[in-house]
Every structure is written in structure tokens, then in C-alpha cells.
């Protein structure tokens, strides 16, 4: 059975939220609708993916042993929660460049 304390919505709701304000150095959103769709779009992947990320990456790494579950749940929720920040962003400015009204 899943753990749905408040520590387990709290880790992957820290770690989402970390990861969409680390997300801004890479790429600063345009304007505040962007930046707010792109920040929601990152906290809720986060929360919703950050624990199997989080565990498949400790796995990967070789590192599940030095990692409390905590930690995973947290790393794995930045993860997830800069790559959709990335992402979204990347789509955001491919849509605007290529797509314009035609005829």
C-alpha cells in the first residue's frame, strides 16, 4: 500500500517546486502566463512522476543504498519537474516561431 502521509505529498512538492525555480537559469520564460503555465506544468509532473523518477534514476546511478527515500522522492520530483520546465519551454518557442497564422 502506498504511503500518502503529509512528509511523502511535502517531499514531492519541495522537490517539484525546486525544480521549476532551478529551471529559470536555463531558460527565462518570455512572459508571466509562460512562465506560469511552464511552472504548473513542472510542479505537477513532479508530483505526480518524481517518485518512479527518482527511483529509477537512484537505480541507474547505483546509488539506491546511500540515498534515504526521502532523498529519492525529492531528486526524482526535480528531475521531472525541470525537464517538463525544459520541455515546455522548448515547445513554447517552436510553436511561436513556426506557428504563425498562414495564407
Avoid: N, Q
Avoid at 527518482?54 to 525529492?74: N, Q
Wanted: proline letters at 3%; one cysteine or more; glycine letters at 16%.
Amino acid at each position: 500500500m502506498a504511503d500518502f502521509s503529509g512528509a511523502f505529498w511535502m517531499e514531492r512538492a519541495i522537490g517539484a517546486s525546486a525544480g521549476a525555480a532551478v529551471s529559470l537559469v536555463y531558460m527565462l520564460p518570455k512572459g508571466s502566463r509562460e512562465a506560469a503555465c511552464r511552472f504548473l506544468a513542472g510542479l505537477i509532473s513532479g508530483l505526480v512522476f518524481g517518485g518512479p523518477a527518482g527511483v529509477f534514476l537512484a537505480a541507474r546511478l547505483g546509488i539506491v543504498a546511500f540515498l534515504s527515500p526521502s532523498e529519492i522522492m525529492l531528486s526524482g520530483a526535480a528531475a521531472v519537474s525541470v525537464s517538463a520546465w525544459w520541455g515546455l519551454g522548448v515547445l513554447a518557442r517552436v510553436a511561436g516561431r513556426w506557428g504563425g497564422a498562414r495564407g
